[in-house]
């Protein structure tokens, strides 16, 4: 899952897949930098068969909750996410609402910390030599979770910490999200696409995965899959 910008039909198109046969679900947001709280809703409402909080908006004169809607057909067996330093935002969000409502486990390097609601706008100047484009984004509200803690500058404590080596990151074998095709074996480093997962981390989902009796579960969803990890994992496009 590289961002949280997308339609929301193209979310449950991904997720009716998921529900034909997966057995568990892998979501990779390595390198995700978040997104819109929209996308988030959309995604989390797949996850629970109940309403759940995800967070509350706090902003220097009101707040509001997020919370998710209860949704047809929602997923309902075992969720794994992966995250890494580049994990921010929203993605730092779900993460930690499968931890606060004991929905899936959380499997990775400490993510960036950045979670706040920003507003941001771009244009350009006239200058004497043409137009100069700009873009800032202004802070509006904090995301407080569920046990009253926000994860600004703090990010989200793994169940499993698990970060690169030296060598796997001199191989190519840094943060980032898998590419389609399978993760072992793989070659590394040789040009195009983004670094595959650590051998680390592939053995822990792997063994994650039998714990929980995982068998098949071969699902194509969007443009990847874990063939030999035995689950689907959901992707989307990037995010700004």
Do not use: H, W
Request: charged share 25%.
């Amino acid at each position: 899952l590289a961002g949280f910008d997308f339609d929301p039909q193209q979310v449950d198109r991904i997720f009716d897949a998921v529900a034909q046969g997966a057995t568990s679900l892998v979501i990779d947001m390595r390198g995700n930098p978040g997104g819109v709280v929209q996308a988030l809703e959309q995604i989390a409402g797949r996850l629970f068969e109940r309403e759940v909080k995800l967070a509350d908006l706090k902003g220097r004169r009101s707040s509001k909750s997020i919370t998710t809607k209860k949704r047809k057909n929602p997923f309902t067996r075992r969720v794994i996410a992966l995250i890494d330093s580049e994990s921010a935002s929203a993605a730092e969000v779900l993460a930690r609402v499968l931890q606060l409502e004991g929905r899936g486990t959380v499997i990775g390097d400490r993510p960036a910390g950045s979670v706040m609601q920003g507003v941001r706008t771009s244009g350009a100047l006239e200058g004497a030599e043409g137009f100069v484009p700009f873009e800032f984004s202004v802070t509006n509200a904090d995301l407080i979770m569920k046990d009253g803690k926000s994860l600004d500058r703090v990010g989200v404590t793994p169940d499993e910490l698990l970060r690169p080596t030296a060598e796997e990151l001199a191989r190519g074998q840094g943060p980032g999200p898998l590419e389609g095709g399978s993760a072992r074996g793989r070659a590394t480093g040789s040009g195009g696409g983004r670094p595959v997962v650590p051998r680390a981390v592939e053995v822990t989902v792997t063994r994650a995965l039998d714990e929980a009796n995982t068998v098949g579960g071969y699902v194509g969803l969007a443009d990847s899959i874990i063939g030999d990890l035995g689950c689907a994992t959901a992707r989307d496009n990037a995010l700004p």
